[in-house]
């Protein structure tokens, strides 16, 4: 398990920079098969509390599995790597005992099963999609921002069009945690319209995530 101050959502890639020496002793897992399916779960603190001090408690219950793409060992030992999100879980235990690094019980959460319509569908993508144009068109300057594939499926479309957004932290929770795809797409929609609301209201735009110098090993 990976406790990190941000959501991870499934087709989101994540880069994370290794230095704590056990997430270090996880990336070697990782690599030498020893954790299998070179995955591991991601998942959000609260705000205010942290895993090691607060176990459980610390975190949200629902977290999303990363896997690894891509690994650079560094001179000092450092890991950069490079993650994609895979599947939902609910975190059932907590076992800070048996590895250096936490580990987990958990079950996977598929989305639930949905009769709306093709048509119903069609709408709620291209609507989803248009209010990602318009927040892009807002936030960031062209060539900074790019559309998801056309193909892209609906179910994975809502975590695709927040993973280059600057959606507060609860908003991209409550898009996990939810299991109703069609729902998902309501809600991206209207999160997204009421960002670029706020943006042009301000008339302000969020610095590119590239202008920090952003370390994602935790603490």
Not at 176 to 193: C, D, G, V, W
């Amino acid at each position: 398990m990976f406790p990190l101050g941000t959501v991870l959502m499934p087709g989101a890639t994540l880069p994370l920079h290794i230095f704590e020496p056990r997430y270090r002793q996880l990336t070697v897992d990782l690599v030498t098969g020893a954790a299998p399916a070179k995955q591991f779960g991601v998942i959000a603190v609260r705000e205010g509390w942290t895993a090691d001090d607060d176990g459980i408690d610390g975190l949200h219950g629902i977290g999303c599995t990363a896997e690894l793409r891509d690994v650079t060992k560094l001179p000092d030992g450092r890991y950069d790597i490079i993650t994609c999100g895979a599947q939902r879980f609910r975190l059932l235990e907590l076992d800070a005992e048996t590895k250096p690094y936490l580990m987990g019980t958990v079950e996977y959460l598929p989305d639930a099963e949905c009769a709306d319509t093709a048509d119903l569908t069609r709408m709620l993508i291209a609507s989803a999609r248009d209010a990602h144009r318009r927040y892009c068109a807002t936030a960031w300057k062209q060539g900074e921002w790019s559309e998801p594939e056309a193909d892209v499926e609906a179910a994975t479309l809502p975590h695709m069009l927040a993973a280059d957004c600057l959606l507060p932290m609860a908003d991209r929770q409550q898009l996990l945690e939810q299991t109703s795809p069609t729902e998902r797409l309501r809600m991206i929609r209207a999160m997204l319209a009421r960002e670029t609301g706020l943006l042009t209201q301000l008339r302000a735009v969020p610095a590119p995530i590239t202008a920090y110098a952003v370390d994602h090993s935790f603490n």
